[in-house]
């Protein structure tokens, strides 16, 4: 049990692709990862929802911070990944999770990008109008939380954001017992008033339709943390919803080296505040990494926190190219550096045990997420 100590972390290996030819394509490596199971869980009083609802991180901890910090022991893994899941009748559990490793693999990169980040530009978002880009797929993947947030279509009941839209670290926010998603949708969906009346040059008028959450599973790393040391590389969680939402849904990968990524580049869609009732896209280069997070230089503003971050690489398997969620964006994170503030755009990396834990948290069957 002590080898696993260090062995736990170092998970992310994978059989790197290495280019052969001119014609090579970004491939998604091959992964096996660990299994994360409920060992027993725990009924904890209803929590009182009386925490502000926060649309930006602050951490004291920056790149330099995290890639100078030790790596926790096998037991702290296991308490950082064991969760908590609020119900929508305000009852709440905690949960403690176990560890396997059921097959071995190599030692993977931590990432050490030396890249320094650059001071942001001109705007570089781009406002998705119509229901033609509204309505497809990958933007209808991009939903948006009542408390503010942004998250992310992952299954057939299930949406990804990030745990500081429904917890501070301390507290539920306001409206996490009452928590909605909403779903973009034309206004006028059947061909009554005004049906007959058509102008291309003007955009669909779009609304949200709203479906309550049933569950939601937070990670413990994120609420002993509460964006400290360890609190940043947590900020995630999974929502459940009452009802199947029937869109087309974007499926979970474990996040590869930002050297592997095509152009160095990730994607991600929001609703952010200072463009309201818009969806904005925006993709950018990844600046720098740990082994939890993603530094880049995405312009955002707050609202698009919980924005699924991904990247489009060749399935070898299937044979065709696919969309995966790699990470979720936490914010807009200020830092002190020696007495000065600094900023980054943060989001947090799907590693192999995340991987597992969110894997199972939606299909409830750890034979079916074997492979990342």
Known sequence: MAALSTLILLLCAAK???????????TWPSYRVPVILPQSTLNLDKPQFDAEARLEV???CGPACHKSSPLPTYEEVKNYLSYETLYANGSLTETEVGIYILSSGTEGSRGRSR????????????????????LNYPFSTSVKLSTGCTGTLVAEKHVLTAAHCIHDGKSYVKGA???????????HKDGSKGSNITNSAMPEKMKFQWIRVKRTHVPKGWIKGNANDIGMDYDYALLELKKPHKRKFMKIGVSPPARHLPGGRIHFSGYDNDRPGNLVYRFCDVKDETYDLLYQQCDAQPGASG?????????RQNHKWERKIIGIFSGHQWVDMNGTPQDFNVAVRITPLKYAQICYWIKGNYLDCREG
Do not use: A, E, N
């Open 58 to 60: 602050v951490s004291p």
């Open 115 to 134: 890249t320094k980040r650059q001071i942001y530009g001109y705007d570089s978002r781009f406002s998705i109008f119509g229901k033609d880009f509204l």
């Open 177 to 187: 017992q009452k928590l909605r998603v909403g779903f973009l949708k034309p206004k």
């Open 16 to 26: 790197d692709v290495i280019p052969s030819s001119p014609h090579w394509k970004p």
């Open 307 to 315: 924005s699924g971050v991904y990247v489009r690489m060749w399935k």
